[in-house]
């Protein structure tokens, strides 16, 4: 079983693989996304705890399903 740790981790994993695969900023998304930068930093280093509302703008703002976020969580 995964740690809460390395769950953040792979959270923030996939939003940086989907991100960049788009070609877009950490700015960009944040804009996107209606978040601050340094947030979405902190997500893909694995450092912040989503709520559901956040995570559901991210997967608006990258164009995915919030479901895609969670691969590689059990």
């Not at 996939?14 to 900023?25: D, W």
């Not at 989503?50 to 590689?72: D, Y």
Request: aromatic share 6%; hydrophobic share 35%.
């Amino acid at each position: 079983m995964q740690s809460k740790a390395n769950d953040l981790e792979t959270f923030g994993t996939n939003v940086r693989r989907i991100r960049e695969a788009l070609g877009i900023s950490q700015e960009e998304l944040a804009y996107r996304a209606g978040l601050h930068r340094t947030y979405i930093g902190g997500i893909e280093r694995g450092e912040r705890n989503l709520s559901l509302i956040n995570i559901v703008r991210l997967a608006r703002a990258l164009g995915t399903k919030s479901s895609e976020l969670f691969r590689g969580i059990k």
